[in-house]
């Protein structure tokens, strides 16, 4: 007799995506003469670029040659890419030996749960991506706080409210609200988590978004981080890898749990039993993107994803709407109306065709918000424009 | 203060391969004059085939253009590859809908872990695959019987053995044992499964080396295995993918936890949480490969790989060794003395330089055997031989 993994009943029917395409179908098939335009989940619509595709053709092309082919690459990664994301986004602030490369932050999120067991006392923001808490559960872990991020408090959580937290999960520039956690707020954090000898899951999958040179990319900017966070990140947002799947995440030899073992040791013995590594092709792929010149195409890229958010938000605000984000993030984060997230989403999908990601999907903080992800082509883009400009629910 | 994963506590301290690889390090380091030869990990070693590899950069090329890129795929898998998974390998058995692609046998039995809590009670095979243990080990279960599959019964495990069992792994043809399971003998194991309600997960990654074809390649050839067996399978061995990472596992419809909840219910739940899909180039290359004309070239490298297991036994046949396997499996499963598995192997390195896998590192079962993998050119494999006719060591 088998019996279910009993946490699954603490979970919600459905992920949040695929909810909002199941809403989506069954719209379209009512309406199958409507265009719709997502502005909802965060993919990217951009061609890969230059480098990154050669890097994806040379390593493919090689497999298939005598000389050039190789099976199992490291489970940890290949040591060039470990070195690579050190010299381009921690330089002297980690070691290559420190980076388990992966196929995406969804997934080290995922794998991250098992290290710590069921009796963590987890933090999350209100609104959250909901990963965090959907993986947390789905383990056991039972005691996970909701830390409101708002308007009034700038997004940034109360410290005082994390008398009792173990792990807490951070994202910056944020998914959903576009916000980004500013150094003096991260050295804050850090320095609570040494005191309470407490860990920050700190998810970096946004920062290449950040253009503000004050803001921190990383949290091992702040001194002492490597004693207290773990950082996920990603080559998804960065190079459009979201269908090509690489990431990595970076444990710190120094972070040792209260017995004092290094979580390093057991995230190594973890990946080589639960993973067989990221693509080998992926992996080139990366490398080649983090080349001078792949760097240059990424920036391009990235810069034009924030024009997208430019433009929308500067046309959401002339619908008097207040929007967050969007200017260190690819999210925005507007506030509609006092309606339940799911009906404004369904409203705005009625009357304009538009995808949007209702914010209740992310947490009760995010009830009456929308999140419109920037991700599209500029054609796209401008489309959605026209239709917010023409069509936007006036009642709201 | 952040607790480690207790259950981390009752793992051995390294997964089997990176241990193998840390002694012959070690022994290298020592000895650099030595050309080393690996008989050990089962790790493909010929190039990939022509149609996997044009299927690979086709999808490569596309993803720089942008009539051709595309972001995250499904979850489960491009619905094209399913498709054509279930034409190839289960034509009228299953349904596309019940096949996950993933990146890779290894991860979908990490990932199948979270499905059934800490409470099941768990068989393996004794010598099993390791990672069946460890990654339920991890999950917290602790109720683990190990069924003795040796020369006196056939490798096959004494069903009246499985009085409480919930959940038994099963691996044909088995890794490391070589042995396939007969169509009678998993008759009997899925009417064992049905009059217990129990569930079978049947590691199918080698079913395509099979060559004698009154032997199942698949488990749902029985009858009612649809409502007992979870298959989880891979393109690693069939076309040398493993470096580029994709597999696949069915969860038939049919499928229900003791209260009747479907598990490809949550098991959708849990791949759209946990997992963002294979990469989207890996999987072209797999859809290519199942081509007419790639089923062909695979063919041809099975057969390839396959002769050289041929090759080697005969050499270790000609030492007074007896072989097991290796007709219809990669796997050579070689009794050698009555000395510790590790001795064993530590001997064959110093006295020939081949690197085989101990077989205590499969169970207890596998004292006294070593694992030897037919991958490998055959330059490489034909070198293997020499020094098995010329340095095999005598006093075994």
Not at 250 to 274: A, Q, S
Not at 322 to 332: E, I, Q, R
Request: proline share 6%; charged share 20%; net charge negative.
């Amino acid at each position: 007799m088998v019996k279910r993994n009993p946490h699954f009943l603490n979970l919600s029917e459905s992920y949040l995506f695929p909810e909002v395409m199941r809403r989506v179908r069954h719209y379209q098939q009512n309406h199958p003469e409507v265009e719709l335009l997502s502005l909802s989940i965060g993919d990217t619509s951009e061609p890969l670029t230059r480098s990154a595709t050669l890097g994806l053709l040379n390593q493919a092309e090689k497999l298939g040659t005598r000389e050039g082919y190789k099976g199992y690459g490291l489970e940890q990664g290949e040591f060039l890419l470990r070195e690579k994301i050190t010299e381009v986004f921690y330089p002297n602030l980690i070691d290559p030996d420190e980076i388990f490369v992966s196929d995406g932050a969804k997934c080290d999120i995922g794998r991250l749960q098992l290290l710590f067991g069921q009796t963590a006392a987890l933090a999350v923001q209100n609104p959250t991506y909901p990963v965090y808490v959907d993986t947390s559960t789905v383990v056991g872990n039972r005691s996970i706080s909701y830390l409101p991020c708002t308007p009034e408090n700038g997004f940034f959580p109360d410290l005082s409210k994390l008398a009792d937290v173990d792990l807490l999960y951070l994202c910056s520039p944020n998914n959903p609200t576009g916000s980004v956690i500013t150094k003096p707020q991260l050295q804050d954090l850090v320095s609570w988590a040494q005191s309470k000898k407490a860990f920050i899951i700190f998810d970096a999958a946004y920062s290449g978004f950040i253009q503000d040179p004050t803001l921190p990319r990383t949290i091992y900017e702040i001194p002492g981080a490597d004693e207290v966070a773990i950082e996920v990140s990603s080559f998804s947002k960065l190079i459009g890898f979201t269908g090509v799947r690489l990431g990595w995440t970076i444990i710190p030899k120094k972070l040792r749990f209260e017995n004092g073992h290094p979580v390093h040791k057991d995230y190594t013995r973890f990946v080589t039993t639960f993973f067989n590594g990221a693509s080998v092709i992926a992996q080139a792929g990366g490398l080649a993107a983090l080349s001078l010149e792949g760097l240059e195409e990424m920036r391009q890229m990235l810069a034009f994803y924030l024009e997208n958010a430019s433009l929308i938000r500067q046309e959401l605000q002339r619908q008097n709407l207040t929007v967050y984000g969007g200017d260190n993030a690819p999210y925005l984060w507007v506030k509609c109306a006092s309606k339940p997230s799911w009906d404004l989403f369904q409203t705005l999908l009625e009357k304009t065709g538009i995808i949007a990601t209702p914010g209740i999907g992310f947490g009760s903080q995010g009830e009456g918000y929308l999140r419109f992800s920037s991700f599209g082509s500029r054609p796209h883009i401008l489309k959605a424009l026209e239709r917010i400009r023409t069509a936007w629910p006036q009642d709201w």
